[in-house]
């Protein structure tokens, strides 16, 4: 979704940095590309380690997820072309519906479908 729906990357990025600090450890962009494509689940269960708290793999998703919705709701995440065409049902290019499809977690994908502007 990120990069497909709208422009968030930077966003978990954030997230996973913000994670990290709060448990004393600092974060590169190296670290950000590394967990870059993962699952949710994946990127958890590392970020975790990398803090050297692999039994925090929840409270990582949870604060993650957090964070990305609250900048999604303060509109850090702008709609991309094509975005709108979701919203309304209608059939964005192949490659956009690929990744539409294929973006995890769902809830992500209903949050933002629903505060798409309707065309």
């Known amino acids: 979704m990120d990069g497909v729906i709208v422009y968030s990357e930077h966003l978990w990025g954030e997230s996973w940095s913000s994670f990290a600090a709060q448990h004393g450890r ?3 962009d190296d670290d950000s590309r590394a967990l870059q494509g993962m699952s ?3 990127w ?3 970020l975790a380690a990398r803090v ?3 039994e925090l793999v929840e409270e ?6 957090g964070h990305y919705v609250a900048a999604l709701e303060r ?3 702008p709609a991309l072309d094509g ?5 309304r049902g ?4 192949v490659s956009r519906r690929a990744g539409v499809l294929g973006a995890p977690p769902r809830h992500r994908l209903r949050f933002l479908l629903a505060r798409l502007p309707a065309a």
């Open 26 to 28: 600092a974060w590169t």
């Open 40 to 42: 949710t689940g994946e």
């Open 44 to 46: 958890a269960a590392a």
């Open 52 to 54: 050297d708290r692999p």
């Open 60 to 65: 990582a998703r949870r604060h993650c997820v």
């Open 75 to 77: 509109g850090e995440g």
């Open 83 to 87: 975005a709108r065409g979701s919203r």
């Open 90 to 93: 209608g059939r964005p290019p």
